[in-house]
């Protein structure tokens, strides 16, 4: 069974910084492409990032571009999110999430993880 | 970005009805979409993708139709368990996007 486990989050001081892990199991992470997705307190959802575990290949959202950096441990099944020069608007639960069935381009997201916290504030 | 409207934002309904969401794309996304159910809590469960196909599991009372830039989403006899709010997303470009999401309500 393909299952995804987030962790990381925590409170974070606006301009900070934080490192969020997403570990894959049930599958190879190698073969697979893995995103971020947020969803901000009583939001709807937002792509953040998505990182190929074939290709290394990776894409932003405009929102987080030159902030946010996703990378992968295929070693370890793991997909991080660095995320600096945080601000209000970036706090939510992320959820990380495979991406299931493609266009070629992106996409649909299955299965999810659980999500984990993140909260901007000072 | 392509833009993602959903229709309607709050849906009341009871057991047993019949019940339609749609989902207007902002340009064509041929058949790249994909709708998800998220109960409050947790995480979204992906329900259908390429427009109408059921993951494996989904109850068979759930259906997906359209194409280009009209999508709906239907329950054919609501259950207890379908109380939740569905969202949409298209997978057509590097930028996926989702609409704002419809809740389903007694």
């Known amino acids: 069974e393909m299952r995804l486990l987030e962790s990381g989050g925590d409170v974070v001081q606006p301009g900070g910084s934080l490192r969020l892990s997403c570990t894959a199991s049930?599958?190879?992470?190698?073969?697979?492409?893995l995103a971020w997705v947020r969803q901000a307190p009583g939001k709807g959802l937002e792509w953040v990032s998505t990182?190929?575990?074939?290709?290394?290949?990776?894409h932003y959202a405009d929102s987080v571009k030159g902030r946010f950096t996703i990378s992968a441990d295929n070693s370890k099944n793991t997909v991080y999110l660095q995320m600096d020069s945080l601000r209000d608007e970036d706090a939510a639960i992320y959820y990380c999430?495979?991406?299931?069935?493609?266009?070629?381009?992106?996409?649909?997201?299955?299965?999810w993880g659980r999500g984990t916290l993140v909260t901007v504030s000072s | 970005d392509i833009q993602m409207t959903q229709s309607p934002s709050t849906l009341s309904a009871s057991v047993g009805d019949r019940v339609t969401i749609t989902c207007r794309a902002s340009?064509?996304?041929?058949?790249?979409l994909a709708w998800y159910q998220q109960k409050p809590g947790k995480a979204p469960k992906s329900l259908i993708y390429?427009?109408?196909t059921l993951e494996s599991g989904v109850p068979s009372r759930f259906s997906g139709s359209g194409y280009g830039t009209e999508f709906t989403l239907t329950i054919s006899s609501l259950q207890p368990d379908d109380f939740a709010t569905y969202y949409c997303?298209?997978?057509?470009?590097?930028?996926?996007?989702f609409g704002q999401g419809t809740k389903v309500e007694i």
């Open positions: 340009q064509s996304i041929t058949t790249w």
């Open positions: 990182i190929s575990g074939v290709d290394a290949a990776v």
């Open positions: 999430a495979n991406e299931g069935h493609s266009s070629g381009h992106c996409g649909s997201f299955d299965p």
């Open positions: 049930g599958f190879p992470l190698s073969k697979s492409v």
């Open positions: 390429k427009a109408s």
């Open positions: 997303q298209q997978y057509d470009t590097y930028s996926p996007t």
